[in-house]
């Protein structure tokens, strides 16, 4: 059982930055890929990044190639999400999710454990 808590979220303007932070629980953080989703009222839920479970391979989502960057520290349990240049089409509630097979994927239903959620909001 992972547990898996978001922090960073907030208010910004078009063009601003965040970085959002989730803190996992337990031992075996290292052993699982990590994803970063989002979802705005009325679309489905979509993936943002994905990190595999020692860093080495990514995915970002078309829309925000070039601006979003996942890393993760294993030794501190934490996955981050550094967004650059925001849009007010970032606005939606990010999620971080775990995956147990250690590889990226963009797929939700191939995640095992997620966050709560936090809210990213970009006035224009």
Not at 27 to 50: D, H, I, L, N
Not at 80 to 109: F, I, W
């Amino acid at each position: 059982q992972v547990v898996l808590v978001e922090s960073g979220g907030g208010l910004v303007q078009a063009g601003g930055s965040l970085r959002l932070s989730c803190a996992a629980s337990g031992r075996t953080f290292s052993t699982y890929a990590m994803g970063w989703f989002r979802q705005a009222p009325g679309k489905e839920r979509e993936c943002v990044a994905a990190i595999s479970r020692l860093g080495g391979n990514t995915d970002y989502a078309e829309s925000v190639k070039g601006r979003f960057t996942i890393s993760r520290d294993n030794a501190k349990n934490t996955v981050y999400l550094q967004m650059n240049g925001l849009k007010v089409e970032d606005t939606a509630v990010y999620y971080c999710a775990a995956d147990r097979s250690g590889l990226v994927s963009t797929e939700p239903h191939e995640y095992d454990y997620w966050g709560q959620g936090t809210q990213v909001t970009v006035s224009s």
